[in-house]
């Protein structure tokens, strides 16, 4: 099974900048959408923001204007830029993705989790 390993969490002040990286660990035919979804302590898993293959790209009301969801098909790789970030974001970040390996294997992986505490 293809595992997604996440990288760039960490602690910031209120009105900082993160980075979250998810990189397929091994060799992929293709990848469909690429999720993130974040869960707080207490609280159910949400989807922060999606990107299609074609681009095309989906944000949760609370992080629209300041978050950014990229991909690159050719490195196969997701990233997820916050900016502006608040208390509220603070959670387990965790990113998702589908898609075929090189044996055009089905997968549908999820990253280990990245924690984002933002201090205020």
């Known amino acids: 099974q293809v595992k997604l390993v996440e990288s760039g969490g960490g602690l910031v002040r209120t009105g900082g900048s993160l980075r979250l990286s998810c990189a397929a660990s091994?060799?992929?035919?293709?990848?469909?959408?690429v999720d993130w979804y974040r869960q707080a302590p207490g609280k159910q898993r949400e989807l922060v923001a999606a990107i299609s293959r074609g681009g095309s790209t989906h944000y949760a009301d609370s992080v629209k204007g300041r978050f950014t969801v990229s991909r690159d098909n050719a490195k196969n790789t997701g990233n997820l830029e916050m900016n502006s970030l608040k208390p509220e974001d603070s959670a387990v970040y965790y990113c998702?993705?589908?898609?075929?390996?090189?044996?055009?294997?089905?997968?549908?992986?999820w990253g280990q989790g990245t924690q984002v505490t933002v201090s205020s």
């Open positions: 091994d060799r992929i035919s293709s990848i469909n959408a």
């Open positions: 998702h993705a589908a898609g075929r390996d090189v044996f055009l294997r089905l997968f549908d992986s």
